[in-house]
């Protein structure tokens, strides 16, 4: 939060007061795949293919976007950001 996403307001005639909170969009900020659960099916060539070593990594980097992408798709960042509005509407 910065310093005008949050606005207090008084009604001196009324003596009511309210809380006006702009929060910020959800965000991914990082994702991460398990090493402990994912692994190399197979790693073979034959005789005419060459072994690319850096194929493992591609497809490692191409499964991270694939998965950050993914939770796009299933609209997460919507679900959490309806999360932490209901989070602070409760703590105020």
Known sequence: LREGDIE???DPQSGTRSVTITLPAAQIFHS??????????????????HRDEKLEGDARALAQKEMTQAA?????L???????????EQLL
């Open 78 to 88: 919507d679900r959490a950001g309806d999360a932490a509005k209901r989070t602070v």
């Open 8 to 10: 207090v307001h008084w």
């Open 72 to 76: 796009k798709d299933a609209h997460l």
């Open 32 to 49: 991460e795949l398990d090493e402990e659960k994912t692994h190399v099916h197979d790693r073979a060539t034959d005789l005419v293919a």
